[in-house]
């Protein structure tokens, strides 16, 4: 997206105009998404209607927007598991209740929800982040689509480079989990998917990608290298 438009006619422009509100300044996009993605994005919207406003302010803590989200988050994540490991339940148990609870809030917020936050108060920025919300849902989905297609079509393409992370990464993991506590790592792994938002909007997320990618750069001109001295011996 970007808030100058162009000239190409296929680009499309989104404009807001609420008497309810003040005006503010009118952003523009230009974005051409495939009809199936444009599909799931309007069907996600439809989706998470009642949960709009929940969403949008869960957002707002999830990519930071204070100082002290991050630690609310990582407070809240603890004070959970802490409650896990006193009580501790089966695994059972836990996806029992879990279900329970998120049964009982989508049973209880369209109701309560109508009621606590009025239509008046629903504005076109709050639409603009809802859409830009729905629309970056879909697109992560498709981006780990993506990468785990370019993953496995490395088995054709560098055999040798598949096998080889595929048996470090299970390897690893299986020492992982023979190390730790089962619900230990529930916990780092549940804390790092509320605090990836957060550091995906700050740029956290792509430095390190930049460094995982330069190492695995380097490690396959190593393996082909090796593979070539190979062949001439």
């Not at 807001?16 to 009118?26: A, L």
Request: with cysteine.
């Amino acid at each position: 997206m970007a808030d100058q438009a162009g000239d190409s006619p296929s680009e499309s422009k989104y404009t807001h105009s609420f008497e309810t509100e003040p005006p503010y300044e009118t952003r523009e996009y230009k974005f051409t998404y495939p009809s199936i993605m444009e599909a799931q994005i309007r069907k996600l919207r439809h989706g998470l209607e009642n949960w709009r406003e929940i969403i949008l302010g869960a957002k707002r803590v999830l990519v930071w927007e204070k100082q002290w989200h991050p630690t609310a988050i990582v407070g809240g994540s603890t004070i959970l598991f802490t409650f896990l490991w006193l009580l501790d339940p089966s695994i059972l148990t836990v996806f029992s209740v879990f279900g329970l609870v998120l049964t009982i809030f989508d049973y209880l917020i369209p109701s309560i929800g109508s009621s606590m936050f009025k239509p008046e108060m629903w504005t076109a920025r709050k639409e603009q982040e809802y859409e830009e919300f729905c629309t970056n849902v879909i697109l992560y989905k498709a981006r780990l689509e993506l990468s785990w297609a370019r993953f496995y079509k490395m088995k054709s393409t560098n055999r040798k480079m598949y096998f080889l992370l595929t048996m470090i990464t299970l390897s690893a993991l299986a020492w992982i989990g023979c190390t730790f506590n089962n619900l230990f790592l529930s916990y780092v792994f549940v804390t790092f998917l509320l605090l990836f938002p957060g550091m995906e909007h700050n740029g956290i997320i792509t430095k390190w990608s930049e460094y995982v990618g330069t190492f695995l750069m380097e490690l396959m001109r190593q393996t082909k290298s090796k593979g070539s001295q190979e062949k001439d011996d």
